[in-house]
């Protein structure tokens, strides 16, 4: 599991560590850090040209002893002062290694200060660090316009100008093509509004401990043998976990196929369908191992391809039994058409996985008017809002997945980048609906159900057609082999 914890958790642990240590040590860990990173980005880095580009705090003053430290190495740097005063000692050492300082403060570019950014080959982003508030002014902005496409950006512990808290989503901010951080990552490194501007990411360890709970956390290719429900020797189809899926209509006929296709293949001890005469003889004929009709189960899936506002006789009935899985008492998944029949406060255990626009209509129905961008602009909040409202757990689904749980809960959001932009296309929610509800089923909360199934969707997609397009039907069918090639990793086994 990979854990970003929230800014202030981070500053109390490097306050409580830099009591037993000497003035500027840690600083100095990490500039070594930053260094060797840089280093090694560059290959040898003698003749190479870099710039660093500092500002006030104290991430300048990481960025002006790794300087010196690349300087001693061969390198040619060149020092941007971003702001006025910058960290003294660091600048000293800078200079003393032969670093060559120059001043943009204001985002004044004269020749000078123009050549060397136009000509770096790396560029060190100092600016702002994780004290700093989301966006850039426009003088900085329209510096960093002046640094070469082919330049390698690589930023201190966070892109200059994002959202250290992960939340809102800003333009005016650096896009870095590696960041480095020191101790633990932090919400900005994986949560969806500024995770695209972080790059690779690279933590070094300082030396630092941090005690508490995580703000996010992100489910890793190995800890899935430790989530995923594998069936032992006293184990049944019934014991391993029924599903019954509520999904299509006549206008969505695919939908069920889709779903019921990917919930046979994620492992389902067996699948109930129950829905309309033509998406019923599509599952009859494609999916032979679903059983038709309602019966018990463990869990239910409701929504994917239901048309609520269909009033034909097939579509009130097809209602129907989406309100009665609602009210069954047993946890549930609630996808598409089935979001429309959310009105309360959920008092079993339910995930919800909706898009941007099917939440912000979600919240504008149950409490106040947004629109897609404002979601999706700050995913996380709303996310939480939701979550909150129906006392359920939110999988927003986008490039970054998140799995909000309630506030109530004390539990970390999850945050899941998984999946290739090819996913992005019909069916595929179909797919990661049965996906989670197989997972339900077999008794995973909604918050680990719906991060399991998020990683394995993302896996599949990506195993269906490496590197180019795929559809949702081949992204169900990759399902069983992913799993498997999962659950084989060396720390699946005794």
Request: charged share 15%; proline share 6%; hydrophobic share 45%.
């Amino acid at each position: 599991m990979i854990r970003a914890y929230a800014v202030s958790s981070v500053r109390e642990a490097e306050a409580a560590a830099m009591s037993g240590l000497g003035e500027g040590e840690l600083m100095s860990r990490a500039a070594a850090g930053l260094a060797a990173v840089a280093s090694a980005r560059l290959g040898a880095p003698g003749g190479r040209r870099i710039v660093a580009l500092v500002g006030a705090g104290n991430n300048g003053g990481d960025a002006l002893f790794a300087s010196a430290l690349l300087a001693r190495e061969g390198a040619a740097v060149v020092v941007l002062k971003i702001a006025e005063p910058v960290h003294e000692a660091g600048l000293l050492a800078a200079r003393e290694a032969g670093v060559v300082v120059l001043s943009a403060v204001g985002g004044d570019a004269d020749s000078e200060v123009a050549s060397a950014l136009g000509r770096a080959e790396l560029v060190i982003d100092g600016i702002v660090g994780i004290g700093g508030h989301p966006g850039l002014s426009p003088e900085i902005d329209g510096l960093l316009r002046g640094v070469s496409d082919t330049a390698y950006v690589l930023a201190v512990d966070l892109p200059s100008g994002a959202d250290p808290n992960g939340e809102v989503a800003v333009h005016s901010c650096v896009f870095a093509d590696e960041t480095v951080t020191f101790i633990v990552p932090k919400p900005v490194h994986l949560l969806p509004a500024t995770e695209p501007a972080v790059g690779r990411l690279t933590v070094v360890d300082i030396g630092v401990s941090i005690d508490g709970p995580p703000a996010v956390e992100r489910v890793t290719h190995d800890d899935v043998s430790r989530l995923w429900p594998r069936p032992g020797p006293g184990d049944d189809k019934y014991t391993r976990g029924v599903l019954g899926i509520v999904a299509g209509g006549e206008n969505y006929t695919g939908a069920a196929l889709l779903a019921v296709t990917a919930a046979v293949c994620s492992g389902a001890g067996m699948v109930r369908y129950v829905g309309p005469s033509t998406p019923t003889l599509l599952v009859r004929s494609r999916v032979p191992e679903a059983v038709i009709g309602s019966g018990q189960v463990q869990a239910w899936l409701i929504g994917p391809g239901v048309d609520v506002a269909d009033d034909s006789d097939e579509g009130r009935a097809q209602r129907a039994a989406a309100q009665s899985a609602l009210d069954s008492g047993l946890p549930c998944v609630v996808d598409a058409g089935g979001l429309d029949l959310i009105v309360e406060p959920r008092s079993t255990p339910t995930l919800l996985t909706p898009h941007a626009g099917e939440l912000a209509r979600l919240l504008s129905r149950l409490d106040v008017l947004v629109d897609r961008a404002t979601v999706a602009g700050a995913p996380v909040a709303h996310a939480r809002r939701l979550a909150d409202l129906t006392n359920s757990t939110i999988l927003l689904k986008g490039a970054t997945t998140l799995v909000v749980p309630s506030a109530a809960s004390d539990l970390a959001v999850r945050s899941q980048a998984d999946a290739p932009a090819w996913l992005a296309t019909a069916g595929s929610g179909d797919v990661l609906a049965g996906l989670a509800g197989t997972l339900l089923a077999a008794g995973l909360s909604p918050l680990d159900g719906g991060s399991v199934a998020a990683l394995v969707h993302g896996l599949a997609a990506d195993a269906a057609n490496p590197g180019g397009p795929v559809r949702a039907l081949d992204v169900a069918q990759a399902i069983p082999g992913v799993v498997a090639g999962l659950l084989a990793r060396p720390t699946a086994r005794p």
